[in-house]
């Protein structure tokens, strides 16, 4: 009781589905504002996502809130940029996981497509909440779609032909029984009468705005209803890396969501690395400088210190080998820097579990840690016995390793490779040594490609 307002958090929101369903286009929408150019309600761009002010929420949601029930009590919202799907496999299951809520975008076109399926699957896994953003409400027929730029969703319908508002129908009833095949029931959220069982659906387009104001309302209104008392305010430092990057002039930097707590220049951080626990001490943290600063030379701002919810760029010693997907804590004296590192490498460990103790299996390679457990626990549902696993790019040394299955058990002599470069050495020594790689993007095309090929070893 004694936590006052500016103690509070903001809830994080991630953005996923298939390609070229509108994930990018929606927060374009999104950020965009009413409120003269540059200000832009407050909205910052951050490090791998976008912070929403309570401002530009209010602002955004006014249009469906005529009657005042959506009340703002979030600070902001933070919303988590996906370049395609990766990074949200990028994020581990474990520990409070990064996201409070899930927008999953489906093309109302096409339906149910490769990516949103395994994306659905993530979220079950997860047991993220998540909405589905219905998207390209205004293709259904471009040229009979009226358009009533920004406006709610039913008032748009309201003004649509009659033959418009039947294919409206007809195409979601459709996707809600694709859905119902995935197990999942579906309503539009305004006749949703159960929103904790039943996934709410926001019919959107990206392009005119209609439904964005619905989309953004029913994000307050469910984080708000989730995450209810100490959820709610600031507490111990929490952390999820993103991204592992070179920058010029920086050398090895990562990138960061901090979901909890304060975070300074100089203070003791332990990651999960490649070869074991890094500790260091964050030397700057960076956030991009503002559209209408750009004159300025820099590319970054730096900060003091920096409070959830957030995403920013870390610059310190030691951390190429850092593993993205990985939590990152804080470590205030000698004793919670031990008691971190074991917990940091726990991350990595725990995925040993997956390993055969039979030593007979394929090798799997993943490109972050969060792929690299979707991948296993995919695997395990499929009973294919995993030998050893890696990440990041595909080295000679792990094709050696693979070789191994050769003499124990040649169907596994195989390479699984989600997300991540084959170098050339590794290719060439897979050919001399009949080692079979297969890559992909997603994870089910490596079950078909493992499939197919044990359909033809044991013909
Ligand atoms: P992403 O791969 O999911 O990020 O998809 P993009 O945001 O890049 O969108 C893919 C394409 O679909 C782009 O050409 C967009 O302009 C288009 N698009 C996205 N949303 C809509 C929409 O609501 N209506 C229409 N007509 N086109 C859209
Ligand atoms: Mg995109």
Redesign the pocket.
């Known amino acids: 009781a004694s936590q006052d307002k500016s103690d509070l958090r903001s809830p994080i929101c991630c953005i996923l589905?298939?390609?070229?369903?509108?994930?990018?286009?929606?927060l374009d929408k999104i950020r965009q504002t009413s409120v003269q150019e540059g200000e832009a309600g407050g909205i910052t761009q951050q490090i791998g996502a976008t912070f929403f002010p309570k401002e530009a929420l209010i602002e955004k949601t006014e249009v469906v809130n005529k009657d005042g029930s959506v009340d703002v009590k979030i600070p902001g919202l933070l919303i988590i940029d996906t370049p395609?799907h990766e990074s949200f496999t990028n994020l581990r299951s474990r520990g409070s996981s990064l996201c409070n809520i899930a927008i999953l975008?489906i093309d109302i076109t096409h339906g149910l497509e490769p990516q949103t399926i395994e994306s659905i699957n993530m979220l079950k896994m997860r047991k993220t909440p998540f909405i589905v953003a219905l998207?390209?409400?205004?293709?259904l027929d471009?040229t009979e779609w009226k358009v009533n730029k920004d406006t709610g969703f039913r008032d748009t319908l309201a003004q649509q032909s009659k033959r418009m508002q039947r294919m409206f129908e007809d195409r979601l009833q459709h996707v809600k029984m694709l859905l119902m095949e995935q197990g999942l029931n579906s309503e539009v959220y305004d006749k949703n009468p159960n929103p904790g069982r039943i996934v709410s659906i926001v019919p959107?387009?990206?392009?005119?705005g209609e439904g964005v104001p619905d989309l953004l309302a029913l994000l307050v209104k469910l984080t708000q209803e989730r995450m209810t008392g100490s959820l709610m305010y600031i507490s111990e430092p929490e952390a999820t890396i993103l991204e592992v990057k070179v920058i010029e002039g920086l050398g090895t930097t990562i990138d960061i969501v901090l979901v909890n707590g304060f975070l300074k220049e100089g203070d003791t951080i332990v990651l999960c690395g490649m070869n074991g626990p890094i500790v260091t001490n964050v030397r700057a943290l960076l956030t991009p400088q503002p559209m209408r600063e750009l004159r300025i030379k820099s590319a970054y701002v730096h900060h003091k210190q920096v409070k959830a919810a957030l995403g920013v760029k870390i610059s310190a010693p030691g951390l190429e080998k850092a593993i993205a997907g990985a939590r990152m804590f804080v470590a205030n004296n000698a004793d919670e820097e031990e008691y971190y590192k074991d917990l940091a490498m726990d991350d990595l460990t725990s995925l040993d579990k997956f390993v055969q103790k039979s030593g007979r299996g394929v090798y799997v390679q993943a490109s972050t840690l969060g792929s690299l457990e979707a991948l296993l626990v995919f695997l395990k549902d499929m009973k294919i016995p995993v030998f050893e696993f890696g990440l990041g790019p595909v080295y000679k040394s792990a094709v050696i390793r693979s070789s191994l299955m050769l003499d124990r058990a040649p169907e596994y002599a195989v390479m699984l490779c989600f997300d991540v470069p084959v170098t050339f050495e590794a290719e060439e020594q897979a050919k001399r040594d009949g080692v079979k790689i297969f890559s992909a993007m997603i994870i089910y095309h490596l079950f078909d490609a493992f499939k197919k090929h044990m359909e033809e070893v044991t013909e």
């Open positions: 589905g298939h390609v070229d369903t509108g994930k990018t286009k929606l395609g975008v998207n390209k409400i205004d293709k471009v959107t387009s990206a392009v005119t």
